[in-house]
């Protein structure tokens, strides 16, 4: 098992940015794919950001992109999401996500289906 808790939310104005924490336990940090999901009240968990095991290889979706980066620690068993220029829209609670399967296709890291542990969520709120 692989337990993952996340930390960092909170609430901000428009414009600003937080950056949110997963920290990871149970199994090697290092052996697993992660990722970044949000929910928000009324809609479908949508994929945000993913990050292979080796932190080389990213993808986002285009909704955050060139606003949001994520990273990985592996000394610290913690994946990062930096949220710049945060907009009303992002407002959702956040996911993270892992698993230790290798897809060839990039686009099933961005199916909640394609992954095997989730945290509990942190709440992040955008105001206007």
């Known amino acids: 098992q692989v337990q993952l808790v996340e930390s960092g939310g909170g609430l901000v104005q428009a414009g600003g940015s937080l950056r949110l924490s997963c920290a990871a336990s149970?199994?090697?940090?290092?052996?697993?794919?992660m990722g970044w999901f949000r929910q928000a009240p009324g809609k479908e968990r949508e994929f945000v950001a993913a990050?292979?095991?080796?932190?080389?290889?990213?993808y986002y979706a285009d909704s955050v992109k060139g606003r949001f980066t994520i990273s990985r620690d592996n000394t610290k068993n913690t994946v990062y999401l930096q949220m710049n220029s945060l907009k009303p829209g992002d407002t959702a609670v956040y996911y993270c996500?892992?698993?230790?399967?290798?897809?060839?296709?990039?686009?099933?890291?961005?199916?909640?289906?394609?992954?095997?542990?989730w945290g509990q969520g942190t709440q992040v709120t955008v105001s206007s």
């Open positions: 996500a892992s698993t230790t399967r290798y897809y060839p296709q990039a686009a099933s890291y961005t199916q909640t289906r394609g992954y095997d542990y």
């Open positions: 149970g199994r090697t940090f290092s052996s697993y794919h």
């Open positions: 990050i292979y095991w080796g932190g080389a290889v990213t």
